[in-house]
């Protein structure tokens, strides 16, 4: 039966697909190929969301080698609804994304880039996906090898340096992320995450488990750029090719979010996380200083995707505060910003992807009065900015609105006035690049920029993109309720 | 019509008059006509609704769920009634008033103008209608957008520095106190529903309550309490229209109402008055109402006169809600209403002396009741109304929010609302007398004339108006009693 088999369909058919590209070694076919898969993959996921909503949680058996000696494949509600929003993303950027590749990648490059970009895809799902903490690694660094890959393809030369130190630093958390599993392995003896925890239970509560919690925090941390350790971020995106920093800054950094949720619910549960080394306060800590950090950071940039890109840490800070909140509505907020914010950032990335093309630049000073040149552009990019602010009717108020109560909930007063204030400073960072587009006037040298009108199928991604950011802001049961449900599931457990 | 559909069509009505005005922008005279005809017709759907309401039926219309606890949902209570009422009559007049304005200073992006202006009502009904705080916060956040492009019409550097602070104050203040302190509330009570008897019972602590009124409070910077009402006059640097229509009416009206609205359909008056020893609010209005007539006694320029005038009056209506007993919540109301009509008819006349003699100068203006005595007199009916002299709409609040004040015998709004008198009649008299009865130049001869006619008419049917609602205020008399029977 096909319908048992979907668990390793996700994962096998981006990475079966991947060679394919190379083989053809045709930059049109590539890049079909990549559309074609990407929604093939998304119609997986909403096959398996439909089991899991009727089964709850399926097992596969990798192999039909039975757990805990084989590698287990586990989806219950949290992994279909990261799948989802994986998946949805990769089929809207990869439509979208054909004119941008060729216009910033060369040409003679462009079939390895979307063999390259399938790999990250199949590295992403798999982390999602997978069971067991060795494969676990084994996709992560699927996942990051390639992303290395694809942020180095850049015409910018200075994407090789932005690659290179994502490249240190991404291997410096994966190798505490492996030392962390060889930890565990030595205690438990095993490898199969549902089996860990079991021994977890069990285990004495050692220092070699707490040393093992501790590096895997600080490698995914790393490879999520949790607040201090984002300094690979920035320059990551802001020098990547557009659709590059686009997909990534919608998936990466949620997915290794996903990772950590795992790990402090399901692997350690959530009492030996929280109740143990103060770990919630450190959480928190780092929280805040992301959102401060990065929203105070954006407002001082002058290339759209670095703004982004700043903004995208305080936007994990978010994520975490709702997690160190250990409550059921904190880590549900968590959730629904993670959902809601793929689509907001992804949204806002697009739009720049397509002034890119359009212009040439990302500098906000350059777009001065351009939004008379290119109106629907930048009608999207302030849908899209208005959901980042938290503006009602859309899909940033209701995440805001969730993290607020759970705050107020937790009694956690001084996160109220934090969360406030850098919705503030997004206003002035998104509000500088509109007031900037539309109300300055057109600068001169206007002359001597490309000018290309906006890809049919760009648009209609973007166009996308902004039509789910407010639907979300509307029509909340589609990721709220889910978000109540998996986060009821992970703290009763 | 039902009522349902009433509602809708108040709420799009503007909005299609945008696309109509956007459509004929070539040929001015029928842009104006798509204004007018909108305005009227707006008149008719809010005035249609008004007997429904006075029967005590609350037409309701509920668009849409967003979570199990936060909808998009409109019902139309006596207060909300008479706001939209006072809003869309006022837009009327406004509308004539615009057209003679705009056109004899010979404004640019006209077009642009009335869009803004008509998004600006849209939002005013939205707020007057709202059912929920929900609701009422994102009509609120869409009226300062929208009233953006107006107080920055001309465009110069200065007017968008002034601009930035209006602009920056309103969305500030509403983001870092209204929306947590609505979020607060649904935390603590599990609902945002504007309910009669407030939607606060049993035990919470006075300074959980406290903070949060004053988180509404200051949150709503459309009331423009002190300190948040820097706003208020940097916005005057807008043309004439917009400072009588919004600055006097729909956008702070707008600010005091949510106010009120959620005093009495949030906390409930009996409720507050239960639980608060120290009324913090009293004092805070009380203060706002005497350093703003200070500051309007010292100023030179008309308009920010007016403006720090309209800070003092826009808090006597809190003063008087804070005193929390049903004549006095009254008096509020019905000051929202007087305070409405005589606060447009001295920005007319304000705007109309500018445009027929480019003054904006208070010590400018001897003599000028010779040569414009239509807008003096409208100025000086104004003045009487804002001072509470009879027979003006003035008087009637006033006497309402004195009442409460005596009967709780609360000394201090006593004495407030005393030396605030004192001190309009001290900063308004002497503009009516100087125009009147001081000669500017030896020779009795006018260099100029009233303004274009259509200035003159609105000032006329405003200033008429401010007498008229003294004499025949029934209808707000009951739509007030009306609230005061159902909310206390």
Known sequence: MISSQLPALQVVLPLAAAPLCILFHNRTFAWLLMVFVSLASFGISCALFNQVLAENAITYAMGGWVAPWGIEYYIDKLTTYMLLIVNGIAVLVSLGARESVENEISSDRIYLFYTAFLLNLTGLLGVIITGDAFNLFVFIEIASLSSYAIISL???????????????????????????????????????IADLSQQLVNAENTAT?????????????????????????PDAYTYSPSIVSTFLAGTTTK?????LIRFIYSLYGYEFSFFHESFDNLLMIAACGAILYGSYRAIKQDSLKRLLAYSSIAQIGYMILGIALITELGLAASLIHIFNHAFIKVGLFLAVTAIIYSYGTDSIERLAGMAKTSPFTFVLFLISGLSIIGVPLTSGFISKWYLIKASLEAGYWGLIVIIVFSSVLAIIYIGRVIETAYFKPEATNTASFNNKKMPHLLFLSLFIFCFINIYLGIETSLNVDMAFQIAHELINK | MNSQLLIISALLLPIIGVIFIALTQKNINLRETCTLITSVALIYIVYSLLPAVLNGVHPELYLFNITSSLAIHFKVEPLGMLFACIASFLWLINSIYSIGYMRSNKYKHQTRFYIYFALAIASTIGIAFSANLFTLFIFYEFLTLSTYPLVTHKGTDEVKRAGRIYLGILLATSICLFLPAIIWTHYLTGTI?????????????????????????????????MPVHRWLPSAMVAPTPVSALLHAVAVVKAGVFSVVKIIIYIFSPTFLSDIIDVNVLLYLAGATILIASVIALRSDNLKRRLAYSTISQLSYVIL??????????????????????????LFFAAGAIYTATKKTEVSQLDGIGRCMPWTMAAFAIGSLSMIGIPPTAGFLSKWFILQGALDIQSWFAVTVIVISTL??????????YVAFFRNSNTKNVCTYNEAPFPIVLAVSITALMTVILFFFPEVP????????????
């Open chain 1, 154 to 192: 850049g015409k910018d030369k200075r994407c090789l340096y932005a690659a290179f130190r994502y490249l240190v630093y991404g291997t410096v958390g994966a190798s505490f992320i492996l030392i962390s599993v060889g930890l565990l392995y030595v205690v438990t003896g095993t490898l199969n």
């Open chain 1, 209 to 233: 488990i707490t040393t093992a919690f501790v590096f895997f925090v600080i490698g995914i941390a790393i490879k999520a750029a949790i607040f201090p350790m984002h300094l690979w971020l």
């Open chain 1, 255 to 259: 997915v290794f979010i996903y990772v």
């Open chain 2, 193 to 225: 529903e504007f309910t009669r008897g407030g939607v606060f019972n049993g035990d919470y602590q006075p300074i959980v309550i406290i903070s949060l009124l004053l988180m509404f409070t200051y949150g709503i910077g459309k009331a423009a309490v």
């Open chain 2, 320 to 345: 008087a809600t804070a005193l929390l007993v049903p004549i006095s919540i009254m008096g509020a109301v019905l000051h929202i209403l007087a305070h409405a009509f005589g606060k447009i008819t």
């Open chain 2, 423 to 432: 001190l309009n009649t001290a900063y308004f008299l002497p503009i009516v």
């Open chain 2, 477 to 488: 008399l009951q739509l007030v009693k009306l609230l005061i029977g159902e909310g206390l």
